[in-house]
């Protein structure tokens, strides 16, 4: 859990744990203070680690992100960039997003900022009676020739997605 404290008495008395500025952010779970410049270069070590340890990437992968606008969409694609343009080198990653009008021109703008391709799909081509998330790999691999679909999908959201499955009688035995 990260909690963020905007008390000034409780932070004058810590520190950030890597460069002793003040922090603006509390790792409950291990107790430790970072302020916002620490706090990001840590998620970053995270994302390269785990992908590195799992083999998850190589260099000849072409990478899709389903780029929502939310904020695990956004720091997933700014993360896979600053990767793949250190480390893989892959092909340049393709933004993936759907048009449903909230967050488009969010994505649209960060994609020009980072320089990323971005691909939007209309809502309207989005069949009902298919899952979401195989009507999604089928664009990323079949109509921009993908083979990594990227998703910021936290576990809540997985279960959503099945849950919403099961209302419409999927069967997933």
């Not at 083999?55 to 992968?61: G, I, R």
């Not at 969010?106 to 309207?124: F, G, P, Y």
């Not at 997605?161 to 999927?170: C, E, P």
């Amino acid at each position: 859990m990260i909690s963020f404290n905007n008390s000034e008495n409780f932070l004058e008395s810590k520190k950030c744990i890597k460069c002793n500025n003040s922090p603006t952010i509390e790792r409950r779970h291990s107790g430790q203070f970072l302020c916002l410049d620490c706090f990001k270069l840590s998620v970053e070590k995270i994302i390269s680690k785990t992908i590195a340890k799992y083999n998850m990437l190589n260099p000849k992968d072409n990478i899709i992100v389903a780029l929502s606008g939310s904020k695990n969409s956004i720091i997933l694609l700014y993360n896979l960039k600053k990767i793949q343009e250190k480390v893989y080198r892959t092909k340049p990653i393709i933004a993936l997003s759907i048009d449903e009008g909230n967050n488009i021109k969010l994505t649209r703008e960060l994609c020009e900022k980072l320089s990323i391709e971005q691909v939007i799909i209309n809502s309207n081509e989005i069949v009902e009676d298919e899952p979401f998330l195989l009507q999604l790999l089928k664009i990323a691999c079949i109509d921009l020739g993908g083979n990594i679909l990227a998703l910021g999908y936290n576990l809540s959201n997985l279960a959503n997605i099945y849950l919403n499955q099961v209302k419409k009688g999927a069967d997933f035995d």
